[in-house]
């Protein structure tokens, strides 16, 4: 069974930065895409980026462009969410998912942006950023 766990997440000043990972289990599962997603309080879950299982492509959304970075390591399993100059707005539940690929080399450059598209889904980390 493929879990995905989230870690990193806690309280920080506007202005601060996080670090975010995401665990995928078991070290079997491979060629999956991956992609973080937040939802606020009151609001609808949205990206906030996505990666290919490669690695050589990614997308960071508009709220994040210039602060936030998604990298990962296939060897660890494991997908990151670097985030600076967080602001209060970015207080959210922050979620990882990842959608298996198959085995055609053709998708290991190919990110989704849509929820339905994702296959599995962590328990999600909280970020409260004060201001």
């Known amino acids: 069974q493929v879990q995905l766990v989230e870690s990193g997440g806690g309280l920080v000043q506007a202005g601060g930065s996080l670090r975010l990972s995401c665990a995928t289990s078991p070290r079997t599962f491979s060629n999956y895409a991956s992609a973080w997603f937040r939802q606020a309080p009151g609001k609808d879950r949205e990206l906030v980026a996505a990666i290919s299982w490669s690695g050589s492509k990614s997308f960071v959304a508009d709220p994040g462009q210039s602060r936030f970075t998604i990298s990962r390591d296939n060897a660890e399993n494991t997908v990151l969410l670097q985030m600076s100059s967080l602001k209060p707005e970015d207080t959210a539940i922050y979620y990882c998912?990842?959608?298996?690929?198959?085995?055609?080399?053709?998708?290991?450059?190919?990110?989704?942006?849509?929820?339905?598209?994702?296959?599995?889904w962590g328990q999600g980390t909280q970020v409260t950023v004060s201001s």
């Open positions: 998912a990842a959608t298996a690929i198959g085995s055609n080399p053709y998708f290991t450059s190919i990110y989704y942006y849509l929820e339905d598209e994702y296959d599995y």
